[in-house]
């Protein structure tokens, strides 16, 4: 084994060298004073080896979360798109940091990676065809014709229950797994799942980001919060969100700007 190696597998193998690796990446994002609320800052530390959000988000998603616990928002949170779910543990940890250990965490994951993009994700066509040259569009976000490709694949949903509970000591009566293409989960979950405080989507693609908007933002409680990761980043996740909002009368200036990625807005 290289000696580049051998650093790369004692980083996978130790939680906190691999937190420390990251902190000294991310430390320097943000203004040295963000870092002051020591819980906050606790927290992060503990999902950092569990997320791939830089810190603005990361800071961000706890202080909406605190913010719907000092509101006493009903309903429960729920993340499309959890990787290895240190973005729905910084949420629970959060959330009980507020006082509530009684928020429903909802983890929608394929936990496989993401699917093929559909013809609405123009900017990422190019290179897909160049390296799936055999593998179809997602057409009208048909489930059964998904595939991985092998990009964003995290832990796999066992080891993410594991971090919840074992590493981070959420309540397993707190969370729920939907485990499948968005496709599939997503308007299987519709009916039952409830009111949400916070819809958390971070599914890159049109396809993946319209078939939550479409089946969840009906749910989001008044004043809840919609966080959108990849407004910024991939086209066709825009397109979704800018149709969604045009088609119900949202004006483009309630959107939220975190890091020039990541939006937000409340309902």
Wanted: glycine residues 8%; proline residues 4%.
């Amino acid at each position: 084994m290289s000696q580049g190696n051998t650093w790369k597998h004692f980083f996978k193998r130790s939680r906190v060298a691999h937190s420390t690796y990251k902190w000294a990446k991310m430390a320097r994002q943000v203004p040295l004073r963000e870092w002051a609320h020591l819980h906050r800052t606790a927290s992060i530390w503990k999902v950092l080896p569990n997320t791939m959000l830089p810190a603005k988000r990361l800071l961000s998603t706890y202080d909406l979360m605190i913010q719907i616990e000092d509101e006493r928002l009903p309903g429960a949170a729920a993340e499309c798109g959890v990787w290895s779910g240190g973005g729905i543990g910084l949420m629970a940890l959060a959330s009980r940091r507020a006082g509530n250990r009684n928020r429903r965490f909802h983890v929608f994951d394929s936990f496989e990676g993401l699917p093929q993009p559909s013809a609405d994700d123009q900017d990422v066509l190019r290179d897909f065809r160049s390296q799936h040259p055999d593998l179809p569009l997602n057409q009208l976000g048909a489930a059964s014709s998904l595939r991985s490709i092998g990009a964003c694949v995290g832990a796999n949903a066992d080891a993410v229950r594991d971090f919840l509970t074992s590493g981070l000591g959420i309540d397993p009566a707190q969370l729920v797994f939907h485990v499948g293409w968005f496709q599939e989960t997503v308007p299987a979950a519709r009916n039952s799942i409830g009111p949400l405080a916070v819809l958390r989507i971070d599914g890159d693609w049109y396809e993946s980001t319209k078939v939550c908007l479409d089946n969840f933002y009906d749910l989001v409680v008044d004043r809840g919060f919609v966080i959108i990761d990849d407004y910024g980043t991939f086209a066709g996740c825009r397109k979704a969100v800018d149709e969604m909002m045009s088609q119900r009368g949202i004006p483009a200036n309630r959107l939220v700007d975190v890091d020039g990625e990541c939006v937000y807005f409340r309902k």
